[in-house]
């Protein structure tokens, strides 16, 4: 039985939509810019400070920023930042608050990763650029009074697809980099034809046809959705890092971020899944306004602090 609209994320769906995809009558770009102007908050969380640079990937340079929180230590953990947008648009800048308030709440180090965008860099391309910048900070974050020892990644929507995939990928290669995964409603089956899908795949922000658009923007050809870095719910499940998986009740990625959770416990991984009721896809981004999202993140925060 589901609960009803939280009165917060109603008065929120009023307000605001993601912009109609009619490629016939608006370009990338636009399309962009409409976008990203719904995560970009003006008012900024304080943070002890932050540092914008460029690191060279195996495809060319990787812009990142990293976060310092107001608490000091002499050496931070790390949680390294995959945004969401449909791998289409979002940038560093409109997961900026995030990624403040995260560093904040956790006392950590956040490392948001600018990774390139489809469809001018189809998949597999943001996977290997966000790959290249865990393994670049593995190598590099001594320096930078990071402790290497203590990396988690997470992202939300598409950055916790990528966020997955890597930890896939960091276990296929025996690197074992990556010590946490925080999946927020990540998108683990770019196939995915479940119940939450449609139910919810119209008039909660995350709509079905969005959801086409991005896959066939992020896709040279349909065989690639099947490939388990695209789909990380098809790949080989077993000693993967701990997860905590946030899923949003009226959100169509809903039933898919669950069935992983489930699938990780299954082969014998340690993964801990929560349902916020009464919220839709991204409602982390709206934290200011929607009491839950800053919930949410208090709840990662204080479970990344507890384990690393």
């Not at 690639?224 to 719910?233: F, G, K, R, V």
């Not at 999202?293 to 208090?298: I, P, S, V």
């Amino acid at each position: 039985m589901f609960m009803p609209l939280d009165p917060q994320i109603k008065e929120m769906l009023n307000k605001i939509s993601l912009p109609k995809i009619d490629l016939s009558k608006i370009s990338i770009e636009d399309f962009r810019k409409s976008s990203n102007q719904l995560f970009n908050d003006p008012i900024q969380e304080p943070i002890g400070k932050t540092q914008d640079m460029e690191i060279n990937g195996s495809n060319g340079k990787i812009r990142i920023r990293i976060y310092f929180p107001t608490e000091y230590k002499k050496k931070y953990p790390i949680i390294m930042y995959y945004h969401g947008g449909g791998f289409v648009f979002g940038n560093i800048e409109t997961h900026d608050n995030i990624c403040r308030l995260l560093s904040n709440m956790s006392g950590f180090a956040v490392i948001s990763v600018d990774y390139r965008l489809a469809p001018e860099y189809k998949f597999p391309t943001a996977v290997i650029d966000s790959y290249d910048a865990v393994r670049w900070v593995a190598d590099n974050g001594d320096k930078l009074d990071l402790d290497t020892s203590k990396i988690a990644v997470a992202g939300d929507s598409a950055g916790g697809n990528i966020s997955a995939s890597i930890s896939l990928m960091d276990r296929d290669k025996g690197e074992n980099i990556i010590k946490y995964q925080a999946l927020i409603y990540p998108a683990t089956n770019m196939v995915d034809n479940s119940p939450s899908i449609n139910e919810f795949g119209e008039g909660y922000f995350l709509t079905y046809e969005l959801m086409r658009f991005f896959g066939l923007s992020y896709f040279k050809e349909a065989k690639d959705a099947l490939n388990p870095y695209a789909s990380p719910i098809f790949g080989n499940l077993d000693k993967l890092p701990p997860s905590i998986v946030i899923t949003a009740e009226y959100d169509p990625l809903r039933d898919q971020g669950e069935l992983y959770s489930y699938l990780l416990r299954k082969n014998g991984n340690i993964s801990t899944c929560t349902r916020y009721k009464g919220m839709i896809h991204g409602f982390l981004s709206f934290y200011r306004y929607v009491d839950a999202g800053k919930d949410a993140m208090a709840q990662i925060a204080g479970v990344l602090r507890y384990k690393l």
